[in-house]
């Protein structure tokens, strides 16, 4: 038989008997930890070796455990500061006790709040009293961080490294031992002989000049060896999922619009036939802005937005007769939605007049004072989007969205009639969760109303929505909670290892 000289070098140093570790091998043939992986990986496929894995928690101190192994813990130096100031017999102000025990920063605190859990004493008032009786001399965490030190395994109850563990003085490092044993058919191998082939492991340049290349042998590849995970910087799920959102809505023949985050109200919901005592623009739902009021608006826009919300507009159309005030409508807050950035491009305000047919399309966040769940966040993207074209109906909608959604391989989608005071027909859209099977609501829709296209100057149909981005990457990626996915309580290793499937 003929091995490579690195699989040779293994299997002569594997026993029959005793199993061996990689760690071992290494030692005596010389090779590289990674090398004797590799070859007793190979090895094993060939049924000369077994490879057996033992994963193993190894405890280290972290450099604050390290830094108390050689200065005491603070709560024991403040038990021993008071001890010394007779803090046993009469309660010695705090201040003192912690200059004593030369504590600062946020040791201070440390020392405190483990004094008191472990009984060390008492805090009252502003002063200190140690109880004789306690003992740090016993205490186990301590014992346990020394024994760290040492070398040593701690023989102390798994609650006492628990509590190491949150105290952050110690950490957990998981690693994996392997080691071999020659099978039969190893055996067999060595006692017939095998040879030592010499294999290259890297094409060189002299390889290549010299033409040896032709007549060496390569070492093969395994591409299932084990190798250190090499994290780099990546695209959040959440951008990815948004580039391609984008790249779709491009695809389909969309523009993209750009606007304000914090724009008046007049654009975020006067425009939208949303009366201006609506529930969602009370200071409840409003993210409102101490900021100067928007001037800059068309005035003659204002004229029909304001004759739209009081008389109406349209043939049979009756507005809301309810009080309309040009100073809320210039009132700044946070937008709610994007379909403020629909408006201002319908009004010809954001570029030119349009001429149906149009497409355009925003990904971009929306800010609303909701109640963190998971489903809502408090800030999101929307993915916003409209088409103007003669003679709409839900049918295109529900198109639109159908090749849209199939784009992310979601292919069951539903609708639900709704209510908009500035679409009719309006629906919203659901889609089943990959995991849950929940149905979730992943968007808004409908097609404008005359009152709300009127006023903009615009006389042919608009049908518009509003997607949320999160819940598309809910439904992508599987996350069963919103708040995994971005925000405080972000959960990192999802982020590290979710793949955006489309
Ligand atoms: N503005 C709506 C929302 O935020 C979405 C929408 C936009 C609905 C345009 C209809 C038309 O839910």
Known sequence: MRLPERQLAVLEAASATDKRTVAEIADETGLKPETVTGAAFDLRD???????????????????????????????????AGTALDADEEP?????????????????????????????????????????????????????????????????????????????????????TRSVRLTDAGVDALMGGVEATETVAEVTPELLASGEWRDVEFTEYNVEADAPTARGGKTHVLRRTADRVKDVLVGMGFQEMEGPHADSDFW?????????????????????????????????????????????????????????????????????????????????????????????????????????????????????????????????????????????????????????????????????????????EIGNSGVFREEVTGPLGVDCDVMAWGLALERLAMLTTGAEDIRDLHGTLADIDFLRNAEVSY
């Open 268 to 440: 975020i919901n006067d425009c939208l036939f949303m009366p201006q005592d609506h529930p969602a623009r009370t200071h409840w739902d409003r993210f409102a802005l101490d900021v100067d009021p928007m001037d800059e608006i068309p005035e003659e826009l204002i004229r029909r937005v304001e004759r739209a919300h009081r008389d109406g507009w349209g043939e049979d159309g009756d507005g809301y007769h309810s009080p309309w005030s040009e100073e809320f409508a210039r009132e700044v807050a946070l937008r709610g939605h994007t379909t403020s950035l629909s408006m201002r491009y319908l009004s010809g305000i954001a570029g030119a007049e349009l001429e149906p047919p149009q497409r355009y399309f925003s990904v971009e966040k929306v800010y609303r004072n909701d109640t963190l769940d998971p489903t809502h966040l408090l800030e999101f993207f929307q993915i916003e989007g409209w088409v103007m074209a003669e003679d709409l109906s839900v049918r295109d909608l529900m198109g639109t969205f159908e090749e849209f959604y199939r784009q992310f391989g979601i292919t069951d989608i539903r609708f639900k009639p709704h209510y908009n005071p500035y679409t009719e027909p309006s629906f919203e859209l659901f889609g089943e969760h990959p995991e849950t099977g929940e149905e979730i």
């Open 46 to 80: 060939e049924g000369l070796l077994t490879v057996a894995e033992d994963e193993t928690e190894t405890l280290a101190l972290t450099d604050e455990g390290r830094e108390y192994v050689d200065d005491g813990l603070p709560e024991v130096r403040l038990y021993r």
């Open 92 to 176: 010695v102000s705090m201040g003192r006790v912690i200059g004593e025990a030369d504590l600062g920063g946020p040791a201070v605190d440390i020392a405190l709040s483990n004094f008191a859990r472990k009984g060390f004493g008492r805090i009252d008032s502003g002063e200190l009293t140690v109880d004789a009786d306690a003992d740090p001399d016993a205490d186990t965490e301590a014992a346990a961080l020394s024994a760290l030190a040492a070398g040593e395994t701690p023989n102390v109850d798994e609650a006492v490294i628990d509590r190491l563990d949150s105290r952050g003085l110690v950490s957990v490092e998981e690693s994996t």
